[in-house]
């Protein structure tokens, strides 16, 4: 059983920083990218970010680029998202999850991705 659990999210004021941890155990973390979503209420969720499964190469949505670093820790079967200079428009609960391929490349659908997190709410006040 695939278990990804996610940690870090909280109440934050406009321009704080967070940084959420997700950590993964039940199959082989290391060969697999990984992504971070988020889902607003009344929203779809979207990809934030991704990493491969050697953290070589990485994605951002348009609206975090420099704002936002996806990293992993392959020894810790740990996946982080940093959150810098955040915005109320950040809010939503964030999602990590594992791609169902093993050794492929980034990809940005939420059906690429084949276990889920239960997610966690990050909240930034203006």
């Known amino acids: 059983q695939v278990q990804l659990v996610e940690s870090g999210g909280g109440l934050v004021q406009a321009g704080g920083s967070l940084r959420l941890s997700c950590a993964a155990s039940?199959?082989?973390?290391?060969?697999?990218?990984m992504g971070w979503f988020r889902q607003a209420p009344g929203k779809e969720r979207n990809i934030v970010a991704a990493i491969t499964w050697s953290g070589g190469r990485t994605y951002y949505v348009d609206s975090v680029k420099g704002r936002f670093t996806i990293s992993r820790d392959n020894a810790k079967n740990t996946v982080y998202l940093q959150m810098n200079s955040l915005k109320p428009e950040d809010t939503a609960v964030y999602y990590c999850?594992?791609?169902?391929?093993?050794?492929?490349?980034?990809?940005?659908?939420?059906?690429?991705?084949?276990?889920w997190g239960q997610g966690t709410q990050v909240t930034v006040s203006s």
């Open positions: 039940g199959r082989t973390f290391s060969s697999r990218a």
């Open positions: 999850a594992s791609d169902s391929r093993i050794y492929g490349s980034l990809r940005y659908g939420l059906y690429d991705y084949d276990y």
